[in-house]
């Protein structure tokens, strides 16, 4: 049986994402709606964050072990909250503390 390439699984996982959260979120593309105004910000970030790492997610896994980039995914909160704090100043909640010690115990369980 052939394979799926990284990038058509990611498009087709997206599709169906949007294909079934539209009926939910339709008010979105109403030009009186907010976000609506800052529809190219709001596409660009959905590009480059949502879709390109998914790509490289799946790419990475031509290359390496599912364990291991399961455990990089894991870290992700952990490493986020990092990069807030660091470059943007931003001090973590204590909701987000939270998520942040759940995904480590979950890496430190794998």
Do not use: H
């Not at 907010?34 to 190219?40: E, G, N, V």
Request: aromatic share 10%; net charge positive.
């Amino acid at each position: 049986m052939g394979s799926i390439s990284p990038i058509t699984l990611s498009a087709v996982r997206l599709g169906l994402a949007a294909l079934l959260l539209l009926p939910l979120g339709w008010c979105v593309f109403m030009p009186s709606s907010a976000l609506w105004l800052s529809k190219k910000r709001f596409l660009l970030l959905g590009l480059f964050g949502v879709c390109s790492y998914n790509v490289l997610l799946y790419l990475a896994l031509q290359t390496s072990t599912v364990i291991n980039v399961t455990l990089i995914g894991a870290s992700m909160p952990i490493w986020m909250l990092f990069i807030g704090g660091v470059f943007y100043q931003v001090k973590p909640s204590l909701l987000q503390m939270i998520g942040a010690i759940v995904s480590l115990l979950g890496v430190g369980i794998v």
